[in-house]
């Protein structure tokens, strides 16, 4: 009897992908087995392969232990929480869903640009509380306003479609593309340098990846750069942006505001300054869970994983579609 290839899940990770896997293979979820690292460890001796989300830290150490392990499905696009060279060096696939839920995060970065705009959260909680302080919320419209997007990838592009139907002018910032490029050409955005870009934006809506080269890019010296009536939306990576800076900035007047969907840690200290702005939104890393952005996230990752495990190349990866350990 042939022995089933075991599968781990270290954190919340559901749907029909994973139902799926369940029938061939054996799957051991704990969605707390993320902070516990030595059962992790111990568990991962033998495991196949392992999905994650953002929280498990796949690094050398942890990969040291996982003597059979043949991929890494990462449910998200970012994967700065796996340690690529030390996966490629074990010889384990990394697999992820580049853009799967990029609709999603897209349509958080209106929903929270809007809510900026319209003064929406204050304004709620001024009239559940008894008020109806109607200049106080006044507004303005988005139609003329120019939206700054820090990096047209996946997301951005998204963004800038969503932003021209506005009527919004569109610049963007992004030094792997062209003037000429498909997402430049077709969303209508205008590539300019990064000091062009903050000083001209209205609103800024970040989408960086995480890497050396942009942790604290965004910092008190890019906010000098821009203007006081301006205000930033960070939905990629909390910590390209200094958060202490940040409250600085929007506590002396250099910036009108600004939305957080991620923070530099995840979940942030009570005590952060940013939490007692009125003119800051806040929510938790919530734009890309929708329910129809997570089921084809989820099943991406989990397509990945079983033609991994059943021999063939991944189609969605980070190093290379198969294992050297095989």
Request: charged share 25%.
């Amino acid at each position: 009897m042939e022995v089933k290839k075991k599968i781990i899940i270290s954190e919340d990770v559901t749907g029909s992908g994973i139902d799926l896997l369940k029938q061939k293979y054996l799957v051991e979820s704990d969605w707390d087995l993320w902070k516990k690292i030595p059962q992790l460890k111990e568990t991962l001796k033998d495991a196949d392969a392992i999905i994650v989300r953002n929280q498990t830290k796949v690094n050398a150490d942890l990969l040291s232990q996982a003597r059979s392990l043949k991929v890494i499905g990462r449910a998200g696009a970012g994967y700065d929480n796996i340690d690529v060279e030390a996966a490629s060096k074990a010889g384990v696939v990394i697999s992820y869903s580049p853009e799967e839920n990029a609709v999603s995060v897209a349509e958080h970065v209106f929903a929270l640009l809007l809510a900026l705009a319209r003064k929406i959260p204050g304004a709620d909680r001024s009239v559940k509380s008894g008020g109806w302080e109607r200049k106080k919320y006044h507004g303005f419209e988005l139609i003329g306003k120019t939206l700054g997007i820090l990096g047209l990838g996946k997301i951005g592009f998204r963004v800038a479609l969503r932003a021209k139907a506005f009527g919004m002018r569109l610049l963007a910032h992004d030094a792997y593309l062209s003037s000429t490029s498909l997402h430049v050409t077709e969303s209508g955005a205008t590539l300019v340098p990064l000091d062009q870009l903050l000083a001209e934006s209205d609103f800024l809506s970040v989408h960086l990846p995480l890497s050396p080269e942009t942790r604290g890019f965004l910092n008190s010296q890019s906010f000098q750069k821009m203007k006081n009536t301006a205000f930033i939306i960070n939905t990629s990576r909390g910590e390209v942006l200094s958060e202490e800076d940040m409250a600085r900035a929007l506590t002396q007047g250099q910036l009108a505001g600004a939305a957080l969907d991620v923070r530099e840690k995840e979940p942030p200290a009570p005590e952060s300054p940013l939490h007692g702005l009125d003119n800051v939104i806040l929510t938790p890393h919530t734009a890309g869970l929708t329910y129809e952005a997570q089921e084809k996230v989820v099943a991406a990752v989990a397509e990945d994983v079983d033609r991994v495990l059943s021999g063939q190349p991944a189609l969605r990866f980070v190093n290379f579609a198969l294992p050297k350990n095989m």
